[in-house]
């Protein structure tokens, strides 16, 4: 599915492009025509000493702006196709190409009857090819920028051998006279088309780069939801874990506000979700600045996971780290008076648990479950009966290298647990 929305943007771009190619075409034969005017307004005598004829002059008029309007056709039936979802076929842009690229050789063709074959074939005419196939770069298509040099290397080839069959210039001595100087020329013209090619291929390479970046990016997203912190985004691009259902050792925080339901009974829901955005801004800045996750974002508290989907080694210090700050901070906001008087509770425990993606293809979330999760959130609840703020399980007391400040509680009954829990409180 991926593939299929690259190749559907990598087709809108490339219409964007050829659209744009048009659109300088068209802009550029426009001024031709009207600088080639305006020139010959004061130039007359030089352009009869050239063109030998008003009606040699008036032909080159015409062809400019016929070219500028074929270019707005094409820019119109792009721009058509586009907003009717409609793909432009192969054959149409390689017969675009043929007859654009043509477009100088016709224009030769036209001024060599009064002006000289080989002094249109040497003069700035000539030059209208590498226009064509540096442009032909817009195409984003390798193909189309070789089949562009090749007609024009081929086109300019045949007129040089049929104007040598007819004509010669002894003034111009014997090198423009001679049928490989032409043909150098020619090759050059497709080497220009080579050289368009690659640059093409290299800018579609990074065009679908930067698809894949931004799909990549967003699918993460999308998995975590908003609550994960962009570090972590960017360190999953980076390491490229795996995020598909397996066993991992995590460290689990429940936190609850404290009498939040008789709290949001008596405001209005601007003033509940004003309190909301205050309390839980800090919080998740915290969380995320220690390297935790929010995985369940609830109207009255949260579960972060630290060690998942990325560990760094010491995530239920992290964890008790950043319930440390979050107490301290909300202290801080109590005594200012930014918020109303709020106290939280909150859990910890460290185990396994089970990660994975759950969801379809349309929307997955990545989920943690297992009886780690249920006994972090068991043991936030137990912060009531022993009027703490900070309780943690024997397993997070252990990794962290224990805590002056712990009170150890013993061991304690836990609803659903067979066996009593050891835990400690680290703040009241």
């Not at 500028?68 to 149409?92: C, Q």
């Not at 066993?247 to 004003?274: G, Q």
């Not at 220690?290 to 974002?297: A, D, E, P, T, V």
Request: aromatic share 12%; with cysteine.
């Amino acid at each position: 599915m991926t593939r299929q929305l690259f190749e559907k943007e990598l087709a809108t771009e490339t219409l964007h492009s050829e659209r744009l190619r048009a659109t300088i075409l068209a802009g550029l034969f426009g001024l031709f025509a009207a600088g080639f005017a305006f020139l010959y307004l004061f130039f007359r005598e030089d352009y009869l000493r050239i063109l030998r004829s008003p009606s040699s002059i008036q032909s080159v008029l015409i062809f400019y702006s016929l070219v500028a309007l074929y270019e707005l056709g094409i820019r119109f039936i792009i721009g058509f196709r586009m907003r009717t979802g409609r793909k432009v076929f192969e054959w149409m842009r390689y017969w675009n190409a043929f007859v654009e690229t043509s477009t100088p050789t016709i224009l030769i063709i036209i001024i060599a009857g009064t002006a000289g074959p080989f002094h249109t074939l040497l003069g700035p005419v000539s030059f209208a090819y590498f226009l064509f196939v540096i442009l032909s770069t817009l195409r984003l298509d390798f193909m189309l920028c070789v089949f562009t040099g090749f007609v024009a290397a081929v086109e300019y080839v045949i007129l040089a051998f049929h104007y040598l069959a007819y004509f010669r210039e002894p003034v111009l001595g014997p090198m423009l006279n001679a049928t490989i100087y032409y043909i150098g020329r020619s090759a050059f013209l497709l080497a220009g088309g080579i050289a368009a090619g690659f640059v093409a291929m290299q800018i579609k390479q990074r065009v679908l780069s930067s698809f894949k970046a931004i799909a990549e990016r967003n699918e993460i997203i999308n998995l975590f939801g908003q609550q994960v912190s962009p570090e972590i985004v960017d360190v999953l691009l980076e390491q490229r874990p795996d995020l598909t259902n397996q066993k991992r050792s995590v460290c689990i925080m429940f936190l609850d506000i404290r009498n939040f339901t008789p709290f949001a009974a008596t405001r209005t829901p601007e003033e509940i979700i004003a309190y909301q955005n205050a309390v839980f801004g800090f919080m998740i800045d915290i969380i995320n600045k220690h390297h935790g996750l929010i995985n369940q974002l609830l109207g009255d508290g949260f579960m972060s996971t630290f060690g998942a989907p990325i560990s760094y080694g010491n995530d239920c210090y992290n964890a008790v780290a950043a319930a440390r700050e979050i107490i301290t901070r909300l202290k801080q906001e109590n005594e200012k008076g930014s918020i109303p008087p709020t106290r939280v509770g909150i859990g910890i425990h460290a185990g396994e648990v089970v990660t994975g993606n759950v969801g379809t293809s349309l929307r997955k979330q990545y989920s943690i479950t297992g009886n780690t999760v249920i006994l972090a959130s068991r043991i936030e609840q137990l912060n009531k009966q022993f009027q703490s703020q900070l309780l943690i399980s024997e397993e997070v007391w252990k990794t962290i290298g224990g805590g002056e400040d712990a009170v150890h509680l013993g061991l304690v009954r836990v609803k659903g647990e067979e066996r009593p829990v050891s835990l400690y409180v680290l703040a009241r």
